[in-house]
């Protein structure tokens, strides 16, 4: 059984490096891959205004605008309609109001169409076709109201009149069609055109000016309408690709959930395993330590060799020492497995830290080390498990011996927190831990650089099983270090744990309460 056991523990350990270097060669592999993927998307989204995916948005950026501006567009051709009927024939006037209402009414309808439709079913360059021919045939109409007003009317100020409406489209038009290149200048040419021929040799100062205004106007608002599309695409591509870069970071976010999700139930089957193999690796153990105590002091009789009497102390030395580490080991592993049982009772922790005092004695003495205990006076009981209580303060004071110099100091503390908790802490003035190896100490198995150097062998074992024990009772361990002037762990527990005094029942209600 226990071959099969090592076997198995051979077998999880090169699972874990196996997986880990897969991890590690992959690594690289997969960060560039990412910023391949994230490059070209960007390269994708940041093109001009070519790119097929905004024409077909600026196609339907263009027909909401139709669509909102053409109750006015409607209404003004039906105030012109209306007084060119008041000054002018009918019979033009109504095929002008046909063909100009006509031609916005379709422009309308053809809005609505491609504004309901997908996407992915727009036919770009037919639906672009089919609106800049209807924007000649609403051009048409104007260039048709210019020749009608010349004709009929003389050129009393009607002329002036028509261009101010003409430069109040060509205005409204560069607002509304801007996300349609071509618009204006399809729209407007032959209309501006028409105007300036038919007015600029007139005797009269107010027409040629308005004739030059007009031909002034359409290429100063087409360069308007030109740079409100080029936003218009910038902003479609920036929101393009905030959407796409979202994507990306909802990804990575899920890949990393469940990496960190499958490292946790890895982490977890492992610390499971070891929790399960307590008697299994305990078993083996016992013996080899208890047959070795037995030779090393010769129960069942003399051993005539001194070298196999001092093997026999050493087997059982090392043996010691391996069901102390195994014992850290399954004990971390319970706590991280949540298997770590705790029997509660009120105790004082005080009475705990000096009885763990006491038993550290030899080892602080052997170190010619001070111990300095500084004890509240009157703490109220604490409610808590004593043997984690008793290994918290062993693993923080053997720290504490291990990195204090000979003749140096040690400061076992217990009071009260500024919560109403209670907290032990116990102070050192040896080397230090940098700032930067924190992280590292309280990680299992970790060590810092300054303890690989100068301290004596450990496992890296002690602060982690006292950080899980704390959490374990709802408190905190904290470390405070400088370098070349000592450590301080301070572990402190909630006001929830303390347990308040109750006052003494006065003799007379007793005596009542016991008649």
Request: glycine share 8%; hydrophobic share 45%; with cysteine.
């Amino acid at each position: 059984m226990n071959a099969g056991n090592a076997y198995q523990l051979m077998a999880l350990n090169n699972s874990f490096m196996s997986d880990k270097f897969i991890v590690d060669r992959r690594k690289p592999r997969r960060q560039s891959d990412v910023a391949r993927a994230v490059q070209r998307t960007r390269d994708r989204l940041l093109q001009n205004s070519g790119n097929p995916v905004f024409d077909r948005e600026m196609l339907k950026i263009h027909a909401r605008g139709i669509i909102n501006s053409a109750p006015a567009i409607l209404l003004l051709v039906l105030a012109i309609g209306v007084a060119g009927l008041a000054i002018g024939p009918a019979r033009d006037m109504l095929f002008w109001g046909v063909l100009t209402g006509g031609s916005y009414a379709g422009l309308y309808l053809l809005s609505r169409h491609v504004d309901g439709m997908a996407l992915d079913e727009m036919d770009v360059r037919g639906q672009r076709v089919q609106f800049l021919v209807l924007h000649f045939l609403s051009g048409l109409g104007w260039a048709y109201l210019v020749l009608l007003e010349c004709r009929e009317c003389g050129f009393g100020h009607v002329p002036v009149f028509v261009a101010i409406i003409l430069l109040v489209m060509i205005a409204a038009t560069a607002l509304v069609a801007s996300s349609l290149r071509g618009a204006i200048i399809v729209t407007f040419a032959l209309p501006v055109a028409t105007y300036a021929v038919t007015y600029v040799q007139l005797p009269l100062a107010v027409e040629p000016i308005m004739a030059g205004l007009l031909v002034l106007s359409l290429p100063f608002f087409s360069y308007v309408a030109h740079h409100r599309n080029q936003a218009a695409v910038s902003i479609l591509a920036f929101r393009t690709e905030n959407d796409a870069l979202i994507a990306e970071l909802e990804t990575a976010k899920a890949m990393s959930d469940e990496a960190r999700r499958r490292a946790e139930e890895a982490n977890l089957a492992k610390s499971r395993f070891l929790a399960s193999m307590s008697h299994e690796l305990r078993t083996p153990l016992n013996a080899i330590l208890g047959f070795s105590e037995v030779m090393a002091k010769e129960v069942l009789g003399p051993i005539q060799n001194q070298t196999y009497r001092d093997y026999a102390k050493d087997v059982h030395d090392s043996g010691q020492h391996l069901l102390e580490l195994i014992n850290e080991i399954l004990d971390l592993s319970r706590i991280e497995a949540g298997r770590y049982q705790l029997n509660e009772e009120p105790l004082y922790l005080s009475d705990v830290v000096q009885e763990c005092c006491r038993m550290m004695e030899l080892k602080i003495r052997a170190k010619n080390i001070r111990l300095i205990q500084q004890f509240e006076p009157s703490l109220p009981r604490l409610q808590g498990d004593e043997r984690a209580l008793r290994q918290i303060t062993l693993n923080l004071l053997s720290n504490a011996v291990k990195f204090t110099p000979s003749g140096g100091e040690i400061r076992a503390r217990v009071g009260w927190t500024a919560g109403g908790g209670q907290y032990i802490s116990v102070k050192d003035n040896g080397p230090g831990i940098p700032e930067d190896e924190m992280p590292v100490v309280l990680a299992a198995f970790g060590q810092g650089s300054i303890a690989i150097k100068s301290a004596e062998q450990g496992t890296g074992l002690g602060l982690p099983i006292v950080q899980g024990l704390a959490s374990l009772h709802g408190g905190v361990l904290e470390l405070k270090s400088k370098l070349r002037e000592g450590t301080e762990a301070i572990v402190a527990f909630p006001r929830s744990r303390v347990l308040e005094e109750l006052p003494p029942i006065p003799a007379r209600q007793g005596r009542k309460a016991a008649g």
